[in-house]
């Protein structure tokens, strides 16, 4: 009982620095054409993103943006050679605009796996 009450008075541990968030600042396309953003969560190598645990990158784009999906989940998302996940946001873009994002997932050590929610975000140019 009092192990519980510690836990719950001292909260979750701060597990953001075994891992980072690799997005590209700007993503460069032609007018009309579908491109794609990778999204990427890079865990250090003592750490991992679970495969189990649910995960969902959820994006939004400004009117001159046209997103392919809203919501990408499990299946849209690939493992990478270094235990963590990426995702191919694919959309078309009329003029210079932002997609923004939230990334939910769930990283692991060793001692603990802890949910994480990110935002993303990304500037679009249009050639």
């Known amino acids: ?19 980072r968030i690799e997005t590209p600042k700007v993503v460069k396309v032609k007018k009309g054409e579908t491109a794609s953003a990778k999204v990427e969560v890079v865990p250090r ?24 999906k809203t919501k990408l989940g499990r299946a849209e998302a690939r493992e990478t050679k270094a235990h963590g996940v990426e995702f191919d946001v694919p959309f078309t873009a ?8 939230t990334l939910s997932f769930f990283i692991c050590t060793e001692k603990l796996c802890e949910k994480q929610k990110r935002e993303i975000a990304l500037a679009v140019e249009v050639e």
């Open 1 to 19: 009982m009092l192990t519980l009450l510690l836990a719950l008075l001292v909260g979750s541990p701060d597990v953001s620095n075994t891992y």
């Open 45 to 68: 190598s003592d750490a991992h993103v679970s495969p189990d645990a649910p995960i969902s990158l959820t994006v939004s784009a400004g009117p001159a943006v046209s997103l392919a």
């Open 94 to 101: 009329s003029a210079r605009d932002e997609v923004k994002g």
